[in-house]
């Protein structure tokens, strides 16, 4: 049910989706969507919900070197830039929400909480990297916002810029330079000269 209200929502956004639509997409009838989730707001909620969770247990699957900060650092950059590329209905509805002032989200349960985790690991990487003396200290929710948006923003803007700029930006060559460039930016960043590229541990 969720997974229908996904893709009705991020395709219509909550004025235009039909409940009738996410019904019949999940092999279920109206009923049954109201019985459960009490109303179409109460379901878009839950459907925000269900994605911040999803993000949120993908990162914690995480295998990430706690003795390598700058291969940590990747990863957690390559996995969220993916991850956007992977779902696009994640973005689609995360813009949807905005669009209406995150007034939905601010009726959901702890939010805060859930999403916490991530700048705990951010932080996680970063302490060790300046223990180490590789990166700078830096203001982990911050680093997570950058690190969101170079990658966000390529994913949710894509038809546009496409459209001006004559770039097809999900082709696998752009992909996979667009995922240097960020990695690269965000390395420069934190290292400890504030300039300088990072090269991996060598252990």
Same mark, same amino acid.
């Given at each position: 049910m969720l997974e229908? =209200?996904?893709t009705e929502f991020s395709t219509y956004g909550i004025g235009g989706a039909r409940v009738d639509r996410i019904a019949q997409r999940a092999n279920s009838n109206k009923a049954m969507v109201y019985h459960y989730f009490g109303s179409k707001e109460d379901l878009y909620l839950a459907a925000i919900e269900h994605l911040y969770t999803g993000i949120r247990s993908a990162e914690d699957a995480l295998v990430l070197d706690p003795e390598d900060p700058v291969g940590a650092m990747k990863s957690l950059i390559g996995f969220t830039f993916r991850y956007y590329i992977?779902?696009? =209905?994640?973005?689609?509805?995360?813009?949807?929400?905005?669009l209406h002032g995150a007034a939905h989200l601010q009726s959901a349960g702890d939010m805060?909480?859930?999403?916490?985790?991530?700048v705990t690991k951010v932080s996680t990487i970063l302490d060790i990297g300046v223990a180490k003396g590789l990166f700078r200290r830096v203001d982990p929710l911050d680093l997570y916002i950058s690190i969101s948006a170079l990658g966000f923003t390529?994913?949710?803007?894509?038809?546009?810029?496409?459209?001006?700029f004559g770039r097809d930006l999900m082709a696998a060559d752009a992909v996979e330079a667009r995922l240097e460039t960020m990695t690269d930016m965000i390395l420069r960043y934190v290292a400890a000269d504030g300039h300088q590229p990072l090269p991996a541990i060598d252990r």
């Amino acid at each position: 049910m969720l997974e229908s =209200a996904i893709t009705e929502f991020s395709t219509y956004g909550i004025g235009g989706a039909r409940v009738d639509r996410i019904a019949q997409r999940a092999n279920s009838n109206k009923a049954m969507v109201y019985h459960y989730f009490g109303s179409k707001e109460d379901l878009y909620l839950a459907a925000i919900e269900h994605l911040y969770t999803g993000i949120r247990s993908a990162e914690d699957a995480l295998v990430l070197d706690p003795e390598d900060p700058v291969g940590a650092m990747k990863s957690l950059i390559g996995f969220t830039f993916r991850y956007y590329i992977d779902n696009p =209905a994640f973005v689609r509805m995360i813009n949807t929400e905005n669009l209406h002032g995150a007034a939905h989200l601010q009726s959901a349960g702890d939010m805060k909480g859930l999403n916490s985790s991530v700048v705990t690991k951010v932080s996680t990487i970063l302490d060790i990297g300046v223990a180490k003396g590789l990166f700078r200290r830096v203001d982990p929710l911050d680093l997570y916002i950058s690190i969101s948006a170079l990658g966000f923003t390529y994913v949710s803007n894509r038809h546009t810029l496409k459209v001006l700029f004559g770039r097809d930006l999900m082709a696998a060559d752009a992909v996979e330079a667009r995922l240097e460039t960020m990695t690269d930016m965000i390395l420069r960043y934190v290292a400890a000269d504030g300039h300088q590229p990072l090269p991996a541990i060598d252990r």
